[in-house]
């Protein structure tokens, strides 16, 4: 019964400490919190299946061979805290601009989330998908952005991956 209970403080301590770990991560907007989910985007598709890296690399600038995704709960929060996307940004080879994108980790699909990272990188809109303000969609007034733009993302794409399709099958 001793060891059980060693076990358990044990495996309870080490929960409070990874969870101290990843608060203060949060807090402090460190980039360490969301490892996993930068390490799917490295692997996330467009909705045509392409993938991501092979559309950005194809603009013919010179990326390295690891694309150096990034976000933090900044960033993250900054698309508004949409339930099922991570916004991510991604830095122009040579520092010029920064392109943000949506990422959903349940589709493992990306796209790019102002008009910007949409012109640079076409490929990556799906067609027939209207695009709409994120925080319209939200259910929410105003725009929402940053200095690279308004956050806008194609309308079909949203409903689905923030599971907010209407019933009706169509979108407002």
């Given at each position: ?66 694309l150096d995704w990034y976000t ?25 601009t920064r392109y943000y994108f ?71």
């Amino acid at each position: 019964m001793k060891q059980f209970i060693k076990i358990m403080a044990a495996t309870a301590l080490l929960a409070l400490v990874a969870w101290t770990v990843w608060f203060v991560g949060i807090v402090f907007e460190f980039e360490y919190p969301y490892t996993f989910t930068l390490l799917s985007v490295q692997h996330a598709k467009s909705i045509d299946g392409v993938p991501v890296s092979k559309i950005i690399r194809g603009d013919g600038a010179n990326w390295p061979a690891h694309l150096d995704w990034y976000t933090d709960s900044y960033i993250d929060d900054s698309c508004g805290n949409v339930r099922g996307i991570t916004t991510v940004a991604l830095a122009a080879p040579d520092n010029s601009t920064r392109y943000y994108f949506a990422y959903s980790s349940e589709t493992h699909t990306l796209v790019p989330l102002t008009h910007g990272a949409a012109a640079h990188f076409p490929a990556l809109m799906p067609t027939n998908d209207p695009v709409r303000l994120v925080q319209q969609m939200n259910g929410h007034t105003g725009p929402l952005g940053n200095g690279y733009g308004d956050f806008e993302l194609p309308e079909k794409w949203f409903r689905k991956v923030t599971h907010t399709e209407t019933n009706a099958g169509s979108s407002h």
